[in-house]
């Protein structure tokens, strides 16, 4: 047996002795309860990004509730099945309160919002089973008759009047209790002829808005975290008016032209409101220049043809919820302020119609902080040689053109200002990407890597030409 025959059985015995060494849960099947003995209820809180939700106090209180639905599949014996209980209150109802301090949800989430997370323990040890089975039993949260519910309003220290508003969580959860009975000595911790929890899971039947849950993986994890038996609430935060004259409002976008005679850029744009905030929204927005008689002041330039009325501000465009809008026009300065309307936490999409051998860049910012891209921006190695659009990249491809930059949030004013601004500069050639003042390093390393390469050849052409046997005539 050769030395490399020896080795890689060696190897393969060593794979096999790992693999049989795995916990039992690692090679368990996904369908079965996966041995978890335990049921938590979990409230997840969306909150905006910034703000501070600990001056409604005593309206942060969610009531939940878990009730026998079935036994076996049988729906008509659930009132004579054992109840659940919270562990602490004793009952089969329990408030999940929110004071600012919970822990940070550690799930993904969209850069518009702060989770937080809060659970409470169903007490399965509390409970006598009777019977083996499958026992099913119903968990949901108490949902005011107005939902969503008004928190409260107040005003910025700007000036600006907003109100806030809670969306309470309309899911369904079904929770299953698998009790089995010990018929063998090697039930672990019970003896022979007891009932025990074999496993306990979740599924989930509706999800926060009401609906029914879709998902074919509905079954969750009952033991605790975000992912679990969660219930979603969203506070939102609608914004009146503010004034567009000082360039920011609660979002604009800008553009900045360098080179070139091209003198403007065309944009779409679409603004969408929270999922949570019921009916639609409409926004305004105008066209701003500052003054360069009074720096920091911002004059209205919005072209009538694009307008849709006057405001206290002069035109305005109007923007409706999940709508492009077409046809914007900036020029080298200029920025789309929106004024009106706005809620902390919608989303917007930028798109920009290309012009030949410009670049696009675009830097965005959620509550005063870059973010996107490494914080970077996005940009195009593309320009536009045949005169096609070129828009800004996505924000999870920084090769693909043609795409707007999708799901980018408005924060709250209060904390910072929301942007984004777009600059597109005209150059003959493409950016390599490459920082000539690191080149000859680079072709330092190239060299060197070619030198090794050459003569690790060398060598190999040497062994093998020793090693050829003579011909025999």
Known sequence: MTKKLKLALASLMTLALCLTTLPVSVMADPVDPDAITE??????????????????????????????????????????????????????????????????ADIAVPNGYDN??????????????????IYIYEIV?????????????????DGVDYEDYLHYSEAVYYLYVVIEECNTAGCPDHQVGDLYIFGVYGFKAVDDFGDDFTDTLG???????????????????????TTPTDGKGFLYIQKDIVGGTVTSFDFTVTVTQPATVDNTSVYWAAVMQEDILNPGTWLNVTNVNDSAGTSAYGLYIEFISGVAKTGITLEDGQRLVFFSGLEASATYAV???????????????????AYGNAKGGWSSTVA??????????????????????????????????????????????????????????????????????????????KRKDNQEEPVIS
């Open 384 to 461: 536009s040689p045949l005169g096609i659009p070129v828009v800004y990249l996505n924000v999870n491809d920084p090769t693909a053109d043609a795409t707007p930059i999708p799901n980018l949030y408005v924060g709250d004013i209060e904390q910072g200002d929301s942007y984004a601004l777009f600059t597109n500069t005209y150059s003959e050639d493409p950016p390599t990407g490459l920082n000539l003042n690191t080149l000859a390093f680079v072709g330092l390393i190239v060299l060197a890597v070619g030198g090794l390469v050459l003569f690790v050849a060398i060598k190999s052409r």
């Open 141 to 157: 949260e108490t949902v005011p008759a107005t939902n969503p519910a008004f928190l409260g309003d107040d005003v910025t220290a």
């Open 219 to 241: 079954k969750v994890d009952t033991s605790g975290g975000a992912y679990g038996l969660a219930f979603t609430n969203t506070i939102d935060r609608i914004f009146d008016t």
């Open 351 to 369: 798109a920009e119609a290309g012009a030949v051998k410009y670049y696009p860049f675009a830097v965005v910012y959620l509550n005063g902080e």
């Open 39 to 104: 049921a938590y209820v979990t409230k997840v809180l969306k909150v905006p990004s910034g703000i501070v939700f600990t001056n409604y106090s005593g309206a942060l209180d969610f009531e939940f509730t878990i009730t026998p639905y079935s036994f076996n599949g049988d729906k008509t014996v659930a009132s004579t099945m054992p109840g659940l209980t919270f562990v602490t209150s004793g009952a089969n109802t329990v408030i999940i309160s929110f004071d600012g301090n919970e822990t940070a």
């Open 116 to 133: 937080y997370y809060a659970e409470e323990k169903i007490d399965l040890d509390a409970v006598t089973w009777s019977l083996a089975g």
